[in-house]
């Protein structure tokens, strides 16, 4: 035993109550034996939850005291979590589960929700869905996954989604597009000025150039810049300096191409 434990052991009073090895074997919130999570604290009268990592005290209420933890909400939802993910071990050195640190560290619910939706944020680009087909996934899911709370706090409405999948994910396909584009010998830079009333003050951007990884030529969007009545110079200017702050080399453009 530790010096703590020994100090811990100064610290309990006459009539406080004292871990007992018993409580491995009792039943907590789920049915189960409470070794899965269980362990003595670092004194008499504290047990530790290794899935909370946390310790508590049972000097006062004893067994009850741990079988109040095992009905915590904040408790239940991390013992699921970690028992889905594979990371709760039985240890070999005592009677006890450990949680297996060798793998990458269990999601919070929050962040389970956000990979759900980024996942259909990429079904829907990739099959090519209709934006207004989310606007009842979320209650679809609650039907399909009635005991999933991933399910109950997805939200996916179609402005959402086109956010996501213009903002959220934009910049790496720009990225990716700007990378083929610095290995092809030449581009021709392409441009759209729309004449359409409702977005008269925006100027779309297109590349068409040699795909090394396609091997074929291809036309890429590239951004859209906003502007008001605009000159020549002013367009002029807005392309330059929109292919240099990608570091796009400007001397390799063959041409200017409209829509």
Known sequence: MTCGYYAGLLKCQKNDTHFCAKWFHKLDDTKHPCSRWLKQGKTPCTFLCIVCNEEKSCKNGGWSDVYKHSQRPKHLQRLK????????????TSSSLGVNTSHERVLTLDEKVTRAETYWAMATAKLGLSYNSSQYIQELFCQMFPDSIVA????MKPRKLSYILSHGTGRYFAQVMLNDLMKA???TLIFDETIVVGVRKQLDLHFRYWCERKQEIVVR???SIFLGHATAEILFRNMIDALRADGVDITKMLMLGIF
Request: negative net charge; without cysteine; proline residues 5%.
């Open 221 to 223: 969007y590239y951004k």
């Open 185 to 187: 010998p030449g581009f």
């Open 81 to 92: 979590d970690i028992i889905e993910s594979g990371q709760l071990i039985i240890t070999t």
């Open 152 to 155: 109950k706090e997805f939200s």
